[in-house]
């Protein structure tokens, strides 16, 4: 089994962590918290005073970060990571960043000899805690061949979306239909429920109608309606409202410099911004719906 370097131990990567770990792998882990070092070292993983000393005799890295520039002063600042780690190893980026981010990045470790990927994740707490997320990569095909060992672990579908920077692109692309998508059925649902209709019964409707989305089948911003979803739990865990705005924002900046129109996503981006700044940004993104709820 291999030796991993895993910096980044959050509500996504901690769990990824462990599921590296259960797999055999050994794992040298760093996070600037320490209850989150204590939970992988009491899971089997042995923690570093830094990132530059975990990354010391990897086979291969792993980070999940929270925005693009975490990944690029890890990277490329002042102690730069890329200048710790040996030429030829795999590194593989799973944290969503902008596209130009990942393509500066992964340029820098191959001037390094350094084997990069951008990997970022769909599937939220519940995928990496079960194992099944879906990695969108960007970055050289045998690379992606050379990872997915590891990503098999951590996940259950692997795209190859293109060359670096590509695997970012397609995230932004889904994320932004997301928070699109969960703000409608939010919308929807209130309507529904304004007008005296049981929002479970609404909910079971539109799941079997033309409506039926992801927000309505797995992950319903309505409490009670599904046990498990973040909204039967007071919006806690899950995909938290300044991480969807993070990603729209993402998406915003990447439609100006592509010149291309995504004028739902701004909407969708002005509402998270109005939702997060009456208190909400870290509850889970399902909780858009209470800006539309009758009180």
């Not at 929270?66 to 944290?95: F, Q």
């Not at 340029?107 to 969108?136: N, Q």
Request: glycine share 12%.
């Amino acid at each position: 089994m291999s030796r991993i370097a895993f910096i980044g131990l959050g509500n996504m990567g901690g769990p990824m962590a462990l599921n590296l770990l259960k797999a055999g792998h050994e794992l040298v882990v760093f996070d600037l918290a320490a209850s989150a070092l204590k939970l992988a070292c009491d899971a089997g993983a042995t923690a570093a005073a830094s990132a530059q000393e975990a990354v010391k005799d990897a086979d291969a890295v792993v980070t999940m970060l929270p925005a693009s520039r975490h990944v690029e002063g890890l990277y490329l600042g002042n102690p730069a990571l890329l200048d710790h780690i040996a030429s030829g190893t795999l590194v593989m980026e799973c944290s969503t960043i902008a596209p130009e981010s990942a393509r500066k990045v992964a340029e820098a470790a191959r001037a390094k000899g350094v084997r990069m990927i951008d990997a970022p994740v769909s599937g939220g707490t519940g995928g990496a805690v079960a194992g099944t997320l879906t990695f969108i990569v960007g970055g050289e095909t045998d690379d992606l061949e050379a990872a997915r060992p590891y990503l098999e672990k951590m996940g259950k579908s692997i795209f190859h979306a293109g060359a670096a920077g590509a695997g970012q692109v397609a995230k932004i692309c889904n994320n932004m239909l997301l928070g699109i998508l969960m703000a409608g059925t939010s919308e929807a649902l209130a309507l529904g429920a304004a007008n005296g209709l049981d929002p479970k019964v609404l909910s079971d409707i539109i799941a079997k109608s033309s409506g039926r989305n992801w927000a309505t089948e797995l992950y319903n911003p309505w409490p009670n309606v599904m046990e498990h979803a973040p909204a039967s739990k007071n919006y806690a865990g899950g995909f938290g409202v300044d991480l969807m705005l993070k990603d729209l924002g993402l998406a915003a900046e990447s439609a100006l410099n592509a010149r291309a129109s995504v004028p739902l996503g701004e909407l969708a981006r002005n509402l998270y911004s109005l939702h997060s700044a009456q208190g909400n940004g870290g509850l889970d993104f399902s909780s858009i719906l209470n800006l539309y709820k009758k009180r």
